[in-house]
């Protein structure tokens, strides 16, 4: 089964730390980009990060940047999202795609695979 499992979530106080992992199975994941989104209640769908195929390559949307690092680890098949002085609005479901296209240039809907989710919830 070709898919893409996250892990990671939990609940944290702010200023604190979580590291999300995103597995592939069925496929090999360094052949696609990896992005994260999230999406909060009443919310649109935020693209947060994304790493290219080559690691060469790497995006930050500017409500996490200095805060969070993508890397990936493509003989584990997986990438990571550390994630660190936490606040209550980055609270959502966190989700990882993968794309073999560029990931800039790629709309989200277009994206290949897509794992379920992850619950990251932010709060004291």
């Known amino acids: 089964q070709l898919q893409l499992v996250e892990s990671g979530g939990g609940l944290v106080q702010p200023g604190g730390s979580l590291r999300l992992s995103c597995a592939a199975s069925?496929?090999?994941?360094?052949?696609?980009?990896i992005g994260w989104f999230r999406q909060a209640p009443g919310k649109e769908r935020e693209g947060i990060s994304a790493?290219?195929?080559?690691?060469?390559?790497?995006y930050y949307a500017d409500s996490v940047k200095g805060r969070f690092a993508i890397s990936r680890d493509n003989a584990k098949n997986t990438v990571y999202l550390q994630m660190n002085r936490l606040k209550p609005e980055d609270t959502a479901v966190y989700y990882c795609?993968?794309?073999?296209?560029?990931?800039?240039?790629?709309?989200?809907?277009?994206?290949?695979?897509w794992g379920q989710g992850t619950q990251v919830t932010v709060s004291s």
């Open positions: 795609a993968a794309t073999s296209g560029d990931f800039y240039t790629t709309p989200p809907d277009d994206w290949k695979f």
């Open positions: 069925g496929f090999t994941l360094g052949d696609y980009a």
């Open positions: 790493i290219s195929r080559t690691d060469r390559r790497s």
